[in-house]
């Protein structure tokens, strides 16, 4: 079995390069992409696309921005950054420590 998820860091200006790449290696050309750009700030922007979308150049985005490779990219409807965690909120934690 091979790498299922890829997760590049500093990679926005290779993209193209780097997707060519892996579509040779044999990764599939209709694999989702999404790019973060500005994780976890009010900016933040998701862009989704296939790596062959990537690999020809027809995805513009901006640094600084971290990009996931794989099929959990289908999830990210599921697993929003922005939902609920409980106690994770001020109103949830005890009042006192012991």
Do not use: N, Y
């Given at each position: 079995?091979?790498?299922?998820?890829?997760?590049v860091l500093m990679g926005?200006?290779?993209?193209?390069?780097?997707?060519?790449?892996?579509?040779?290696l044999g990764r599939p050309?209709?694999?989702?992409?999404?790019?973060?750009?500005?994780?976890?700030?009010?900016?933040?922007?998701?862009?989704?696309?296939?790596?062959?979308?990537?690999?020809?150049?027809?995805?513009?985005?901006?640094?600084?921005?971290?990009?996931?490779?794989?099929?959990?990219?289908?999830?990210?409807?599921?697993?929003?950054?922005?939902?609920?965690?409980?106690?994770?909120?001020?109103?949830?934690?005890?009042?006192?420590?012991?």
């Amino acid at each position: 079995a091979g790498v299922e998820t890829l997760v590049v860091l500093m990679g926005v200006s290779q993209r193209q390069q780097l997707a060519a790449q892996l579509i040779a290696l044999g990764r599939p050309p209709a694999e989702p992409v999404a790019f973060i750009e500005r994780s976890s700030t009010p900016k933040e922007r998701v862009v989704e696309a296939t790596l062959a979308q990537v690999a020809q150049g027809e995805v513009a985005v901006e640094a600084p921005a971290v990009w996931v490779i794989g099929e959990v990219v289908r999830w990210r409807g599921l697993l929003s950054a922005k939902a609920f965690l409980g106690g994770t909120h001020a109103h949830d934690q005890p009042s006192e420590t012991a």
